[in-house]
């Protein structure tokens, strides 16, 4: 009748009410594993949803790709997730009766236990813990702070970064960001005036005669000594990706630590990332470096790349002795091809040349894959570069002489002979 008043939906309401619950609560667990996803994404989630409708898991699963996902290093963390998230069947079949999924792997299958990224488990319990009682949580924060403090962080410094969880990763952030890289002054060819050189400055001397008028005064100078070029050449390829990314955060440091400082991508293409990193703001540099990059995570031509740094860039950036860290593991797709020519001509074109690479943290690491015996006769040092200690340990490095190039070589050589 026209005087009734309108029917009830029914359990619709509460149903989409929860669908919007689940949604938002993924959205809010890829945010905390480290997505960058706001309000905007999970009211276009939603609507992607209603439009395309919940067919099958596939559906669900690239409908929600599509919204959440604008980078490949995103694709590994969502993709766990989701199979962790959404894995109760009749949460697919009946999405609209669903409740909130259960995200305990303990009755987990086999094919379900996979390794799962620790940022992301620590997401999962941190949203899991925060629906608790805000006090107890509280309660426990306090005593960590007060009592684990100090312990934390030296655990922190020899954690790889690798296994560092989201919390950590932030923490190491901010540590890297305080760090200061002392290197070693030389001597270059200019002279500046000194009391106690060797060498008369004649125009010093000249001008100091007109000032008084009478008797010439002597002044004297010494050579000049200058912090000399530092060029970075970081590997951003996949079998990289999970050290490069505080590996950007260190080179930001330095750029704006000190002047002359070069820094280079390279993974199928080189890519020249000075300007950006000058950028104060290290979120800002980094979101310029991301839009700039075009290969993360992808293959790595060690050897294409090189070739290119030395026909392009060589003869701007290693003049006045500079300083070259050659960060990689020496995976190359191409088998090393060209390498060892191209890393002989970088090797004599810079002062000194230090391969950082981070599997050389694994005793007994020998250098078996071409690309990395390619490089290894050609540096001047190799160290690890896995946690903060072995960045602490790079600056009391570039701080000191090191050994003379040509003892390097022998030892190095001796190395690979000994291994192969």
């Given at each position: ?6 029917r ?17 609560y ?24 209603e ?11 690239w409908?929600?790709?599509?919204v959440?996902v604008?980078?490949?290093e995103?694709?590994?963390i969502f ?22 999924p ?12 996979e ?17 608790g ?6 309660e ?31 923490a190491?952030?901010?540590?890297i ?6 290197i ?8 500046a ?29 010494k ?16 079998s990289?990706?999970r ?12 750029t704006n ?15 020249n ?15 310029r470096v ?19 740094f ?19 593991d020496?995976l ?9 020519r ?17 599997l050389?943290?694994?005793?007994g690491?020998?250098?078996k ?10 540096v001047?040092d ?5 946690n ?8 009391r490095?570039?701080?000191?002489p090191?050994?003379?190039?040509l ?7 001796a ?6």
């Amino acid at each position: 009748m026209a005087g009734d008043p309108p029917r009830s939906a029914g359990p619709a309401e509460p149903q989409a009410s929860r669908l919007a619950d689940n949604l938002t609560y993924f959205a809010r667990t890829l945010r905390a594993a480290g997505l960058p996803i706001g309000p905007g994404r999970v009211i276009d989630a939603l609507k992607a949803v209603e439009a395309v409708g919940v067919g099958t898991r596939d559906d669900l699963y690239w409908t929600l790709h599509a919204v959440f996902v604008n980078r490949r290093e995103q694709q590994p963390i969502f993709d766990q997730a989701f199979h962790i998230f959404w894995r109760n069947p009749q949460l697919l079949q009946k999405m609209l009766m669903a409740m909130l999924p259960s995200i305990d792997a303990g009755g987990a299958t086999e094919e379900e236990r996979e390794p799962m990224l620790r940022r992301l488990a620590e997401a999962f319990s941190s949203e899991r813990d925060g629906a608790g009682d805000g006090r107890e949580s509280e309660e426990e924060e306090i005593e960590f702070d007060a009592a684990m403090t100090y312990s934390a962080r030296e655990l922190l410094q020899k954690t790889d970064f690798e296994s560092l969880s989201n919390a950590e990763i932030e923490a190491a952030k901010r540590m890297i960001a305080a760090m200061r890289l002392p290197i070693m002054t030389v001597r270059t060819r200019r002279y500046a005036t000194d009391r106690n050189g060797r060498r008369i400055d004649l125009r010093a001397t000249m001008r100091a005669q007109l000032r008084s008028g009478g008797a010439i005064p002597l002044r004297y100078r010494k050579p000049r000594r200058r912090h000399p070029p530092l060029v970075v050449l970081c590997d951003i390829s996949g079998s990289m990706s999970r050290y490069s990314r505080l590996l950007l955060h260190f080179m930001h440091a330095i750029t704006n630590d000190r002047d002359r400082v070069h820094s280079f991508l390279f993974g199928t293409r080189l890519t020249n990332i000075t300007r950006h990193l000058r950028q104060r703001d290290v979120d800002l540099a980094l979101a310029r470096v991301a839009t700039k990059v075009e290969d993360w995570s992808g293959g790595t031509r060690i050897g294409a790349c090189l070739a290119e740094f030395n026909a392009h860039w060589s003869r701007r950036v290693l003049g006045q002795g500079a300083v070259v860290l050659l960060i990689t593991d020496g995976l190359d797709r191409e088998g090393g091809e060209g390498l060892d020519r191209e890393m002989e001509r970088l090797h004599k074109s810079c002062r000194r040349l230090i391969w950082l690479n981070p599997l050389l943290r694994f005793e007994g690491y020998e250098p078996k894959a071409q690309g990395a015996r390619a490089i290894l006769p050609h540096v001047d040092d190799f160290r690890t570069v896995h946690n903060l200690d072995s960045l602490d340990a790079l600056g009391r490095v570039l701080s000191s002489p090191g050994q003379r190039r040509l003892e390097a070589q022998r030892s190095y050589r001796a190395v690979i002979a000994g291994r192969g």
